[in-house]
């Protein structure tokens, strides 16, 4: 039974404001926060033209003749859109078979770098033994040393190898990353000890623990890891052009040279070339764009 004192409080009524929300169904609208919330829409706007600028641009210049681009003043659209640049550039080089490098190098150098950066994660997070922690921190200061200083090296070692100029020097001189060992150790040591364990127990191998256990936990680790390397692979110039001399291997970043020489350019065909260079790089952000934002996340937490 309520107390008298209890029963003399009367009921709070609801808002109006609740009282809206409530009838609408949902949470109550966040009100506008001010000119510094405008200020901020701003520079983000401007922030994001001057990103999506470039692209915009490329695929206008594909679809323009080489006259028209060089025009003054210049134009946004083409006048009158062709894809005369795209067949030309299908039938009088082997794009085809540059595309057909690039994915190979892409997609070879994205799987063995997520088998390495794994299997060295796990084995970095769940095994101790002796410099352990010297070893990882001796891979982590490779992090620090720039790329070029490392060209050379790398290519003593592919001459070494006999493989200049085949694109297996593409692929085995960039299946082990620092930056994905790390980013997988440090997922793989949150995983709990006693799942390790208890697979021990049942009889599992270390591969097979590897393999069943740990692999599928990682899944969004996996992920972030697999489109940076996909990316930075599809993107890369500097190395193919250092230890690729023939055109039947070149890969489609060296490619966009092929239709410039000292006596003409031609940023039509460049352009036509670029913008069915981009094609794959897009396919993987439409399908994998949460996976993106969250990769980005992952690794800012990690």
């Not at 009524?13 to 506008?32: C, E, H």
């Not at 892409?106 to 101790?128: D, E, H, P, Q, R």
């Not at 972030?224 to 930075?232: D, V």
């Not at 993106?292 to 800012?300: S, W």
């Amino acid at each position: 039974m309520a107390s008298p004192l209890t029963s003399r409080v009367p009921a709070a009524s609801p808002t109006p404001a609740s009282t809206s929300a409530a009838a609408r169904g949902g949470r109550p609208r966040r009100r506008f926060g001010g000119p510094g919330q405008i200020v901020l829409y701003v520079v983000l706007s401007i922030a994001a033209i001057g990103f999506v600028a470039p692209f915009v641009l490329m695929v206008s210049n594909s679809l323009k003749t080489a006259q028209e681009i060089i025009q003054v003043p210049p134009s946004l659209l083409p006048e009158h859109p062709t894809f005369a640049n795209f067949a030309f550039v299908l039938q009088n080089s082997p794009y085809l078979i540059w595309y057909r490098n690039s994915l190979l190098v892409a997609v070879a150098v994205t799987a063995l770098t997520l088998f390495t950066s794994s299997i060295a994660g796990y084995i970095f997070a769940k095994f101790a033994f002796p410099g352990k922690n010297v070893l990882f921190v001796v891979l982590l200061s490779t992090m620090m040393i720039p790329a070029p200083v490392l060209l050379i090296p790398s290519y003593l070692v592919m001459n070494f190898l006999h493989l200049l100029n085949t694109l297996w020097a593409l692929v085995v001189g960039s299946i082990v990353s620092a930056f994905g060992i790390f980013l997988m150790r440090q997922f793989i040591a949150a995983i709990p000890d006693d799942l390790v364990d208890a697979a021990r127990l049942d009889g599992a191998g270390e591969f097979a623990i590897y393999w069943r256990v740990i692999l599928p936990l990682t899944g969004p680790a996996l992920a972030a890891l697999g489109i940076f390397t996909f990316l930075g692979s599809w993107n890369d110039y500097l190395w193919p052009l250092i230890v690729i001399n023939d055109q039947d291997k070149m890969v489609v970043p060296l490619a966009l040279t092929y239709f410039n020489s000292q006596h003409a350019q031609r940023s039509d065909l460049v352009m036509a070339a670029a913008t069915m260079a981009v094609v794959p790089v897009c396919v993987v952000f439409l399908f994998f764009q949460r996976r993106i934002v969250n990769a980005f996340v992952l690794t800012g937490i990690k």
